[in-house]
């Protein structure tokens, strides 16, 4: 899990895209003008609207929402790639908008890897060369970054492709040499930007893995962009969904599937299975609210933790008729009933 030191910091950070942003954020502020208005009196497209949000050290942060809903527009506040037209961003505690243009360029070589949908290979330079032209940028020497290159081809698993060039790669294999490039300079903070969207599917869950296998070696803090609900939920610590430029709800996938914030969430995570999600936390009864209204537990009723999914809790309850108990630490601090995992998996609502 991430450590809880904050790496990451937004604050009410806003984007207008437009010859008079500052006029038409002032509006938006002041009166409330919608989207569609901004549009019309000021010729100006909101682009994030008034977000905040902190990422923890080592966290997989997924944001995601449906095209246009400001999630790539976003992420590129984080190195500055855009320049927001208001609020404060701060990584590792370097006040973003403070760093000058040679600041600015190291802190991007040094402190953050970023990686996109488009592989942006440079078809003139071998597999290795790719990998360690960020070093390079760095001016450190070649034998040292190209040591250091085929050090994170082989923690990619592409070691014996080092001197091929790009066009020799299936796309997947593309996509594993971006990512190895991003790694090679050691940055702190890793932003991912759709990175697997435009891969097969089966291709795109084998390099979910591998980026999964990385985290766990690596742990790196990392902003990853997504459309796809399943891949959120797959690789994310916590999901943030954003809608209209807004961020309307952050949570760990279980918070956001049992939980959601409004009708929007409610619609966008209903075709989520929840067999994955739910944990046995969210489904049981307080073990003292169940014995204050029922018979004492039976001895034979079987134990899971705390954390065990709801799929594994199904197959438990197959085998008994009676309720579960929820064990942490040697201690029994919740029951399952039967009524309460029914009504989680049809209508993914908890029992009170």
Same mark, same amino acid.
């Given at each position: 899990?991430?450590?809880?030191?904050?790496?990451?910091?937004?604050?009410?950070?806003?984007?207008?895209?437009?010859?008079?942003?500052?006029?038409?954020?002032?509006?938006?502020?002041?009166?409330?003008?919608?989207?569609?208005?901004?549009?019309?009196?000021?010729?100006?497209?909101?682009?994030?609207?008034?977000?905040?949000?902190? #990422?923890? %050290?080592?966290?997989?942060?997924?944001?995601?929402? !449906? @095209?246009?809903?400001? +999630?790539? /527009?976003? $992420?590129?506040?984080?190195?500055?790639?855009?320049?927001?037209?208001?609020?404060?961003?701060?990584?590792?505690?370097?006040?973003?908008?403070?760093?000058?243009?040679?600041?600015?360029?190291?802190?991007?070589?040094?402190?953050?890897?970023?990686?996109?949908?488009?592989?942006?290979?440079?078809?003139?330079?071998?597999?290795?060369?790719?990998?360690?032209?960020?070093?390079?940028?760095?001016?450190?020497?070649?034998?040292?970054?190209?040591?250091?290159?085929?050090?994170?081809?082989?923690?990619?698993?592409?070691?014996?492709?080092?001197?091929?060039?790009?066009?020799?790669?299936?796309?997947?294999?593309?996509?594993?040499?971006?990512?190895?490039?991003?790694?090679?300079?050691?940055?702190?903070?890793?932003?991912?930007?759709?990175?697997?969207?435009?891969?097969?599917?089966? #291709?795109? %869950?084998?390099?979910?893995?591998?980026?999964?296998? !990385? @985290?766990?070696?690596? +742990?790196? /803090?990392? $902003?990853?962009?997504?459309?796809?609900?399943?891949?959120?939920?797959?690789?994310?610590?916590?999901?943030?969904?954003?809608?209209?430029?807004?961020?309307?709800?952050?949570?760990?996938?279980?918070?956001?599937?049992?939980?959601?914030?409004?009708?929007?969430?409610?619609?966008?995570?209903?075709?989520?299975?929840?067999?994955?999600?739910?944990?046995?936390?969210?489904?049981?009864?307080?073990?003292?609210?169940?014995?204050?209204?029922?018979?004492?537990?039976?001895?034979?009723?079987?134990?899971?933790?705390?954390?065990?999914?709801?799929?594994?809790?199904?197959?438990?309850?197959?085998?008994?008729?009676?309720?579960?108990?929820?064990?942490?630490?040697?201690?029994?601090?919740?029951?399952?009933?039967?009524?309460?995992?029914?009504?989680?998996?049809?209508?993914?609502?908890?029992?009170?």
């Amino acid at each position: 899990m991430p450590s809880s030191s904050t790496v990451i910091e937004l604050s009410n950070v806003w984007k207008i895209f437009g010859n008079n942003p500052q006029a038409a954020l002032k509006a938006v502020q002041e009166r409330e003008l919608p989207k569609a208005d901004v549009l019309e009196e000021f010729n100006a497209v909101v682009g994030v609207a008034d977000v905040s949000l902190t #990422i923890n %050290r080592g966290e997989i942060f997924c944001i995601m929402g !449906l @095209s246009g809903s400001g +999630k790539s /527009t976003l $992420v590129r506040h984080f190195n500055r790639l855009l320049e927001p037209t208001a609020g404060k961003i701060l990584i590792e505690g370097t006040d973003v908008m403070a760093l000058g243009t040679r600041a600015l360029q190291k802190f991007r070589n040094e402190k953050i890897g970023m990686v996109f949908q488009n592989f942006a290979l440079l078809p003139h330079r071998s597999v290795l060369d790719n990998v360690a032209m960020p070093l390079e940028i760095r001016q450190v020497s070649k034998n040292e970054r190209m040591r250091q290159a085929a050090a994170i081809l082989e923690i990619v698993e592409l070691s014996a492709w080092g001197s091929k060039f790009a066009h020799e790669l299936s796309g997947g294999m593309q996509q594993r040499v971006g990512l190895a490039r991003a790694l090679a300079a050691n940055p702190d903070v890793l932003l991912m930007d759709e990175p697997f969207s435009a891969l097969d599917p089966l #291709i795109r %869950r084998q390099l979910q893995d591998e980026f999964l296998r !990385l @985290s766990n070696i690596l +742990k790196k /803090t990392t $902003v990853f962009i997504t459309h796809d609900l399943d891949e959120a939920v797959r690789i994310g610590h916590r999901i943030a969904i954003m809608r209209d430029g807004r961020v309307v709800q952050i949570g760990t996938a279980e918070d956001i599937v049992m939980h959601p914030a409004d009708d929007y969430v409610a619609e966008f995570v209903a075709g989520i299975s929840r067999l994955k999600v739910v944990h046995a936390h969210a489904v049981m009864q307080n073990v003292d609210d169940y014995v204050a209204t029922h018979p004492a537990l039976p001895s034979h009723a079987p134990e899971v933790p705390g954390n065990e999914t709801l799929s594994k809790i199904i197959d438990v309850a197959i085998g008994t008729d009676a309720p579960i108990k929820v064990v942490d630490d040697g201690k029994t601090v919740g029951v399952i009933t039967r009524e309460a995992l029914l009504k989680t998996v049809v209508e993914g609502t908890e029992m009170s």
